[in-house]
């Protein structure tokens, strides 16, 4: 499949590369910011000194803010996604925008559990401008519009089969992913739980939003964020390019849609979108010289 | 106040430099890690293929996931902080370490509203190593050991008055927080929710341990992080001076605890601890030359 032998190359020339570059990185500008989202408000006019408080000389904080959110009339900026960017000196194009999946954030593309670099410094060292999110409901980009429970639920074990670690406690034959415990801990600690919903349509219109400001550039995604590469591809020309590492799902044109997957570990139903949304996603990608990169190509 | 004037001085050397300070960053070193935590196990047996699905070929993956979850036996590891940091090219020393305060996370400490340098880029800039934290429960450190709710109520009106921003929609007299929509729009989605108690003990083991591996380090602080600056100069030795911005609340020595302070808005009651704990806390920084900058000396 075209896809694997493409992530196979990309891995491969990162690997070649980390073990000469140790010159410090040059770093133009660097920031955050917040793209996308809504505003929810809720009912009643907003009153500073609630009529429950007023008279009081003394209250408990938490009191205090329970009348006032009882008042109403406020808002709650939400459903954003938040981005950490840091530009090279002499920045080549395209800039690279990264999605984490299930389970992730910005973290994804920083550090490898064994300490080496991550995607992030790879790239910078290479010239790229670098793009990392948390999508909205993640990490640091948590205020949600809905209501979530986290529920600190055990679950890594479940996981570590899921992400073809191995079965726990064994690994995979060949996995490359490291054997000693410190490295096991420090990459469940690197997971952070959603704050709401996993929402295509939300994360979508972030991330187009976020391609209006990059401009063109390639999006690299992984796993579940690999549905958000595809229909942003669909929402938005600025994307020139699609890396997808282990994406977990794909479109099809209406009229091609192969069977679902099944399996006793979840079945996976195609994407089904319109021949025109199909077309028009081709069509933003071969405009570019990135086209290569994309396996939907 | 002594500390109401360092934290002038401190803030005013910065806004002198962020206007010429257009050359490259030069870092010789970046990433993240977790650091602190625990781990929590359910009760259980881990079965790789529970007997719930066993004998099924087809299955919603949720259903597989709660299966899996039903059968236990199965780790959380939560509780951590997650730390950015980098290291400029021939740093200078001590290292600082960053803490946010309620509703905040790394982003804090990155880029301003209004789309300026964060302290993070700016003493890089000065030479000094920066350790960004999401304290246990927040940001990209979300996986608590506790479950939590996250409520997505619209507040921030009142946090616009409880961060002395103004009384909303209007902006206190002379304050320098910038009054166009985009940057009010920015800062609000730059809070993220907790998603688990606030727990000082917990907060506090995780910087401890952060500063074991940053070695002597300045501790800055905003807000409800303050207390968090102070309890862990109280338990590490490591902590050499600590800058805390709008600090929440102070430690006493138990025999020289003021009275509480009492609002409508909250009461503050100050933190007692032993004569011993106080004046530990003084030994690491006076044996500093960054002691000064400690508004507990």
């Known amino acids: 499949m075209k896809k694997s032998i493409l992530t196979t190359l990309f891995l491969g020339l990162l690997a070649t590369q980390t073990s000469f570059a140790q010159e410090p990185l040059m770093i133009a500008k660097q920031g955050s910011f917040a793209v996308g989202g809504t505003v929810k408000t809720s009912e009643g006019s907003y009153t500073p000194i609630p009529a429950e ?7 408990s904080f938490w009191d205090a803010y329970g009348a006032s959110v009882k008042a109403g009339g406020m808002s709650l900026h939400g459903d954003h996604a ?3 960017y840091q530009v090279p000196a002499n920045a080549k194009s395209p800039p690279l925008v990264f999605l984490h999946g299930y389970g992730g954030s910005i973290r994804t593309w920083q ?4 300490g080496r670099e991550g995607f992030d ?5 290479k010239g790229y401008p670098i793009y990392l999110v948390d999508q909205p409901r993640s990490g640091s980009a948590g205020k949600s519009t809905e209501k979530a429970e986290i529920t600190a639920t055990p679950d890594e074990q479940f996981w570590y089969a899921q992400f073809r670690i191995g079965v726990y406690p064994n690994f995979n034959q060949g996995v490359q992913f490291p ?8 990459f469940f600690r690197s997971m952070t739980p959603a704050t709401g919903a996993f929402n295509v349509g939300v994360i979508t219109d972030s991330m187009a939003k ?3 400001k990059t401009g063109d550039g390639v999006f690299v995604t992984h796993s579940a964020g690999g549905v958000i590469g595809w229909t942003t ?4 020309d600025k994307v020139k390019g699609i890396v997808a590492i282990e994406a977990g799902n794909f479109p099809f044109p ?3 849609v192969p069977q679902a997957l099944t399996s006793k570990f979840g079945d996976v139903s195609p994407i089904s979108v319109s021949f025109e949304q199909f077309k028009n996603s081709r069509k933003s990608q071969s405009s570019s010289t990135s086209a290569t990169l994309s396996p939907m190509n």
């Open 82 to 84: 938040s981005v950490f």
């Open 53 to 59: 408080i007023s008279d009081k000389t003394s209250a």
């Open 210 to 212: 976020l391609f209006e």
């Open 121 to 125: 410094t790879l790239f910078l060292r």
């Open 254 to 256: 209406e009229s091609e």
């Open 179 to 186: 054997q000693d415990k410190a490295s096991y801990e420090q």
């Open 233 to 236: 591809a669909m929402a938005s």
């Open 111 to 114: 550090t490898t559990p064994d």
